[in-house]
């Protein structure tokens, strides 16, 4: 739903005035006892950031720039140290999988995956939601939120228009309708979760964790995928059972919803040699990520990762090259990411040459997105250098140290959960990140214990269109009331965060 543009430029003065206004009078404030000036600065900078984000006073995307002046001028980060931010590896990690992803989008791959996920799974109206959860999750694992459930929604909606014109009973449709827009959204940001590329809160996570502990080491993708896949998929067919127990099992429209998909199906035809090349090439990368460290499954079985046996084998000049890691996920990301510039999409009979990637395609990465991480990332940098969250974390121990820890990973859970339905998920896992591990080590614990769960509830905001881009694209189809969103959101959020918060104990950590 858009805003009309009187109420746009209203909103974003109003909002503009009252953030610069609150950074202003923060700054005059008396520094609380133990906190270091430049801290109570970055508190200064955070608010008049979290204004700008909630009232979109100016873009998201250039808000994200404000660190990169701020900083320096209120003697927070210098100059270099706050640039280093907005070109991370982790940014180019994720950089390298939107490349991947619009190589997967702009030949139509994408789609023929989806359509076949729900023409597999079946079409009497559980199964037809279980369908779409799965071609949504197994697609936002590797591509954005957004972008998958900018594919599935018009597949679900011409779905239900098709029911509507072949008689199917209007009851029903009006039961299946919501429930089948919602799962969408719901399994976008869960699928999402299970990838450290699938969402920009669990790159924060990673840069975090090797900022506050650059001595430990830091999650592979392949090693996220064993801890957040399993917890994924249990999220995920809960989400369907609590949203589909209501529907019918089956119904006399079951045959006509095949016969769609397969119409579909049939529509697009055999897949191209380009098709056949970009799920080589996704293939490829997933696998290198996955593999790339070695991973433990049980304390004797362990399967060996590519990079130390590179590593073992590479001596340049003599150099001993093993026990470092030199590679990093985003070094294969963007290695695969440029393999699509050089690799032919067309036979050798084609007229012209055209590869699997080209710049005009590249202009579409979103760089907002890419700027809102990197403006997270810096105010995680800023926090660590000036010792906020270690001042913020060392009052919340010594108010709240008798409480069972099974309490506090459960308070985080709710906390992240009900706090971005309102906020940005990238900013808040970016501020509070840091304030978790000094927490954990104030209460002498695995920061683990309580920064896992809280990255994972990140992405189980349900309750709010503002939530999420999918909740809003699924609510901006005007097929699903404020009133539906929010019912089935906060029965979801609840019993996520009890579910992530016993998956905490038994599997996490």
Not at 61 to 71: K, N, Q
Not at 114 to 123: D, I, K, P
Not at 236 to 247: D, E, P, Y
Not at 357 to 370: A, C, F, G, H, N
């Amino acid at each position: 739903m858009s805003t009309p543009p009187s109420e746009s430029r209203f909103a974003s003065l109003w909002g503009a005035t009252f953030g610069l206004f609150c950074f202003v009078v923060i700054l005059c404030l008396p520094v609380p006892d133990g906190m270091q000036p430049g801290a109570m600065r970055l508190v200064a900078t955070i608010v008049l950031m979290g204004i700008f984000w909630f009232t979109e006073a100016i873009p998201t995307g250039a808000t994200s720039l404000i660190p990169l002046l701020a900083f320096p001028f209120l003697a927070i980060l210098p100059a270099s140290e706050v640039s280093k931010q907005y070109m991370d590896q982790n940014i180019l990690l994720f950089m390298s999988g939107f490349i991947i992803a619009l190589g997967i989008e702009k030949w139509e791959l994408h789609r023929r995956m989806a359509l076949h996920v729900v023409h597999r799974v079946g079409s009497n109206p559980r199964r037809l939601v279980l369908g779409f959860m799965l071609g949504t999750a197994a697609m936002s694992m590797w591509i954005s939120n957004t972008a998958s459930t900018l594919l599935m929604l018009p597949l679900a909606t011409a779905l239900l228009t098709s029911l509507g014109e072949t008689g199917e009973d209007r009851e029903e449709l009006d039961r299946l309708t919501p429930v089948l827009l919602l799962s969408i959204a719901y399994a976008a940001s869960i699928g999402g979760s299970t990838t450290l590329v699938g969402t920009p809160t669990n790159l924060v996570f990673s840069k975090v964790w090797s900022t506050q502990f650059p001595e430990e080491p830091n999650i592979s993708a392949g090693q996220w995928m064993m801890l957040f896949v399993p917890v994924g998929a249990v999220l995920l067919v809960l989400a369907w059972a609590i949203l589909s127990f209501r529907l019918p099992a089956s119904t006399k429209q079951d045959e006509k919803k095949s016969a769609y998909i397969t119409e579909k199906l049939r529509e697009m035809g055999a897949p191209s040699q380009a098709e056949y090349l970009m799920m080589l090439v996704f293939g490829c990368t997933a696998l290198l990520w996955i593999f790339r460290k070695s991973i433990t499954i049980t304390e004797g079985f362990v399967i060996p990762g590519w990079e130390p046996w590179l590593l073992s084998k590479l001596g340049y000049f003599g150099e001993d090259l093993n026990g470092t890691s030199w590679l990093h996920d985003s070094t294969v990301g963007i290695g695969m990411a440029l393999l699509m510039f050089l690799i032919p999409a067309k036979g050798k009979h084609s007229e012209r040459y055209e590869p699997l990637m080209d710049w005009e395609t590249v202009k579409k990465v979103p760089w907002s997105i890419l700027f809102l991480i990197g403006g997270g990332f810096a105010i995680a940098t800023g926090a660590k250098e000036t010792e906020l969250s270690d001042w913020i974390g060392q009052l919340l121990v010594n108010n709240l140290t008798d409480l069972p820890v099974w309490v506090w990973v459960l308070s985080v859970c709710l906390l992240m959960t009900f706090l971005t339905e309102f906020t940005s998920n990238v900013a808040t896992a970016s501020a509070l990140m840091p304030i978790l591990a000094s927490t954990a080590i104030g209460l002498n614990a695995d920061p683990k214990l309580l920064m896992l769960p809280a990255i994972l509830s990140t992405s189980c905001a349900f309750m709010l269109p503002i939530a999420t881009p999918p909740n809003a694209i699924v609510y901006s189809s005007g097929k699903v009331s404020m009133r539906q969103m929010a019912r089935a959101g906060i029965l979801l959020n609840i019993v996520f965060a009890l579910i992530i918060t016993a998956a905490t104990f038994i599997w996490l950590t």
